[in-house]
């Protein structure tokens, strides 16, 4: 599971391992759509990357919140 490595870098970097693996997802997708069906790629389609990177600390913090309180250990 790659989820015990991530724990291992700080807030910050996790940020980025999830900017850069949410933007490979994204650029994967719409090159395949832009192959099918002749897409033109904006840079609205990849506010999506940046949001949920800028979100991760508040999923981050909560989800160790949860693990915290029900007693659930890794």
Known sequence: STY?????YELW???????????????????????STGLEIRLV????ALTTSLV?????????LLRHRTGVSL
Request: positive net charge; proline residues 5%.
């Open 4 to 8: 015990p490595r991530l724990r291992l």
């Open 13 to 35: 970097q996790q940020c980025l391992v999830v900017l850069v693996v949410v933007s490979i997802d994204i650029g994967l997708t719409l090159w395949i759509h832009q192959i």
């Open 45 to 48: 389609y990849w506010q999506s």
């Open 56 to 64: 991760w600390p508040v999923v981050y913090i909560l989800l160790r």
